[in-house]
């Protein structure tokens, strides 16, 4: 099938720190011809990468647990146990935000950083994709509350045993799929990670 669209109009709603765009348009059909003309909104997010901190002498991942507002009215609460993750700034690369990020969201450098996959965060209304990593870290030297001051960053940076971080998911205690993602890759490639970085 020839994957076509029609943008019809296109006009900007909002620009602030995310950019809302509504959308007139029309799109190739499977069985041939055109759909109807659809009104979408769609929010311009950009690119962001993530980064599973893991240390694989001591078997242990570093969790980040902050607030978020899009979790307001979720019954489980708006602090959620997430991984080092950022927007990926014009001139940068994924790795490089995903080394920055772990600098400031827990304090510390990662390394050997392996590409897991790069997935669409949530295509029916926004552009974001996220770059997702695992890397190589030293939990000896992590911990604390970390964050960029000036972004109003509050993150506490939390040591667990990879079983355990694993076990969080089907309890249903991380929800940040960036983390549910990682962490089953992760007990899917645990030995090739080990190899790749000479353990």
Known sequence: ME???RILEEHTCYEGFFKLVRYRLQHALFKGGWSAELIREVLERGQAAAVLPY???RDEVILIEQF????????NGAWLWEIVAGIVEPGESPQ????????EEMGEAVTNLMHICTFFVSPGSTTETTALFCGQVNAERVGGIHGVASEYEDIQVHVLPFPK??????E????????????????LHKQEVLENWGN
């Open 165 to 170: 971080a694993l076990a969080w998911i089907a």
């Open 96 to 103: 490089e935000v995903a080394e920055r990020e772990a600098l």
């Open 172 to 187: 249903g205690k991380i929800r940040f799929a960036p983390a549910i993602i990682a962490l089953q890759w992760l007990a």
């Open 55 to 57: 240390d694989p002498k």
């Open 68 to 75: 978020r507002p899009g979790a307001l009215s979720d019954a």
């Open 3 to 5: 994957q076509s669209v």
